[in-house]
């Protein structure tokens, strides 16, 4: 089945300093992939939807110079963290809809950020 | 606003009984809606997706059901294992762009 892969599963980084997560479809090709945030005993907000080719489009709130989204091909999207600060530690959790299969998304493993 | 509240946020149910999970929602038409589960520490793996035009679906042990004039969907597990103790969310969605609810903990006791 699709299976999206998603590194790093944890990083820490220094305030000040940007990080930056890689969603990669493995099997199939995601010309739309979703980037989330989760906080602990809440529900995942989506934060951005990445479109291959062209750009992001943010949810009202989210601030597009402090992440950074590239989806450069069909099976890679990565969100760059810049300019890292402690309120930024999170759960992200990226996605990709695989038309082909079950229709559902399909979500990669998560990365647990911390910033100290 | 759109809402999606699910039951509960933790539920107790004793293994080999059926756990019935809630998912309500207002100010919304969703297309479909989606049931997922979500282990500690780890991204939501899909479990079943239901269209607005249908009732219930059926897969191996889950079953779910959709009605849009309550604005409401069931979920359940029946002969409930204790593998199954994870978090299950409730996902609305209409074309490419899906909420979802905070998720219900269900706990399975052997």
Known sequence: ?116 | SQKIEQNSEALNIQEGKTATLTCNYTNYSPAYLQWYRQDPGRGPVFLLLIRENEKEKRKERLKVTFDTTLKQSLFHITASQPADSATYLCALGRDDKIIFGKGTRLHILP
């Open chain 1, 1 to 116: 089945g699709a299976v999206v892969s998603q590194h790093p599963s944890r990083v820490i980084c220094k305030s000040g300093t940007s990080v930056k997560i890689e969603c990669r479809s493995l099997d199939f090709q995601a010309t739309t992939m979703f980037w989330y945030r989760q906080f602990p005993k809440k529900s995942l907000m989506l934060m951005a939807t990445s479109n291959e080719g062209s750009k992001a489009t943010y949810e009202q709130g989210v601030e597009k110079d402090k992440f950074l989204i590239n989806h450069a091909s069909l099976t890679l999207s990565t969100l760059t963290v810049t300019s890292a600060h402690p309120e930024d530690s999170s759960f992200y959790i990226c996605s990709a809809r695989d038309y082909q299969g079950h229709y559902g998304y399909t979500f990669g493993s998560g990365t647990r950020l911390t910033v100290v």
